[in-house]
């Protein structure tokens, strides 16, 4: 059982950056793919990074291509999503997931979640 934390949310101006963190509580046995999801009010959870269980294969959603970056760190656990020229649409609860071995783009794909952390952009 992976159970998964968020951390790193909080109200930034346009343009400005942002570190969300994802920890795992415990350790796992599993090699897991990790990923970032967002969900803005009133909208479905969508996409926004996913990274390999080995750091290589790595994905972006269009819209956040070029301005977020999503890494790992196996040995604490974590997971990582720098988001920097953040613009107000970016608004949104991000969830951390994860599933077993290969990248995945839908939300039906993951198997673990963790609570959210609230990201809102001032224009």
């Known amino acids: 059982q992976v159970q998964l934390v968020e951390s790193g949310g909080g109200l930034v101006q346009a343009g400005g950056s942002l570190r969300l963190t994802c920890l795992a509580s415990q350790r796992t046995f599993m090699n897991y793919v990790m990923a970032w999801f967002r969900q803005a009010p009133g909208k479905e959870r969508e996409f926004v990074a996913a990274i390999g269980w080995r750091g290589r294969n790595i994905y972006y959603a269009d819209s956040v291509k070029g301005r977020f970056t999503i890494s790992r760190d196996n040995a604490k656990n974590t997971v990582y999503l720098q988001m920097n020229s953040l613009e107000p649409e970016d608004t949104a609860s991000y969830y951390c997931?994860?599933?077993?071995?290969?990248?995945?783009?839908?939300?039906?794909?993951?198997?673990?979640w963790g609570q959210g952390t609230q990201v809102t952009v001032s224009s």
């Open positions: 997931a994860a599933k077993p071995y290969w990248v995945g783009v839908n939300m039906g794909e993951y198997d673990y």
